[in-house]
């Protein structure tokens, strides 16, 4: 698969207008006619064929059956029998682990964001951060705290959550009977942490809301802000930290 790659790299880096490219793998042509593979240099092989073919490049695949005499093939295994062992590990790990890498990881997100997208859960935590991509490289930045890590969620000391699993009577807020304790309550209207919400919003230039998209509120160190709220800030509470 590997020598399919450098192939279709070297003919994109050349002035063919054709190229057949003839490989004895016929698992690895199987691999690239398969368009649901998850293999990271079968996409890349077809990536680079796809950007061929705008060029005005047709490249062309064939399998062709080993050790039966053909002079290119037994020339190839020539070739690669005589190269230096202590070199093919030098030349796998200096390239193909880290386009691997980067592959299965985009794959990975890509997934990760469809389930995301499809999740009945998570309402709270998608109107923080919608993009699953970006908020994995939010997250690892921040290293959230216990109660930055309730707050995201809504899985918190908070009479709605409380409520929701018959851990208190009701979901009101101390701050006024008919007012719901939520977690956008606590943020934007809550009365009693008026003084850090003012505080909050000085600092960091911005002002809170609740948006459909929470790309609105800001970079990530504006929207991380809204976590400086700590439990000494937030009287009456249930959040643990």
């Given at each position: 698969m590997y020598a399919l790659y450098r192939a279709?790299?070297?003919?994109?880096?050349?002035?063919?207008?054709?190229?057949?490219?003839?490989?004895?793998?016929?698992?690895?042509?199987?691999?690239?006619?398969?368009?649901?593979?998850?293999?990271?240099?079968?996409?890349?092989?077809?990536?680079?064929?796809?950007?061929a073919n705008a060029?005005?490049?047709?490249?062309?695949?064939?399998?062709?059956?080993?050790?039966?005499?053909?002079?290119?093939?037994?020339?190839?295994?020539?070739?690669?029998?005589?190269?230096?062992?202590?070199?093919?590990?030098?030349?796998?790990?200096?390239?193909?682990?880290?386009?691997g890498k980067n592959k299965i990881r985009e794959e990975t997100i890509l997934k990760w964001q469809t389930r995301y997208d499809s999740s009945q859960t998570g309402a709270i935590t998608k109107t923080f951060f919608p993009d699953a991509k970006k908020a994995y490289a939010t997250i690892r930045k921040l290293k959230p705290t216990p109660v930055q890590t309730q707050i995201f969620t809504g899985h918190t000391g908070i009479?709605?959550?409380?409520h929701r699993f018959k851990l208190l009577?009701?979901?009101s807020c101390e701050c006024d009977a008919d007012k719901i304790e939520s977690v956008w309550h606590i943020i934007l209207e809550c009365p009693r942490y008026e003084v850090a919400r003012y505080d909050l919003e000085h600092k960091i230039e911005t002002k809170l809301k609740k948006t459909k998209n929470a790309r609105n509120n800001g970079e990530p160190r504006k929207k991380s802000g809204i976590l400086v709220i700590r439990r000494e800030s937030l009287p009456g509470s249930h959040i643990q930290t």
């Open positions: 279709v790299a070297m003919v994109k880096a050349s002035r063919e207008k054709v190229v057949n490219i003839l490989s004895d793998s016929r698992s690895s042509l199987e691999l690239l006619s398969n368009p649901r593979t998850g293999h990271p240099l079968a996409h890349a092989i077809r990536e680079s064929t796809r950007n060029e005005g490049k047709e490249i062309r695949f064939y399998w062709l059956r080993a050790h039966v005499g053909i002079k290119g093939n037994e020339r190839a295994d020539e070739l690669a029998k005589s190269l230096p062992k202590r070199l093919m590990p030098t030349m796998i790990t200096r390239k193909f682990p880290i386009l009479a709605e959550y409380l009577q009701s979901p």
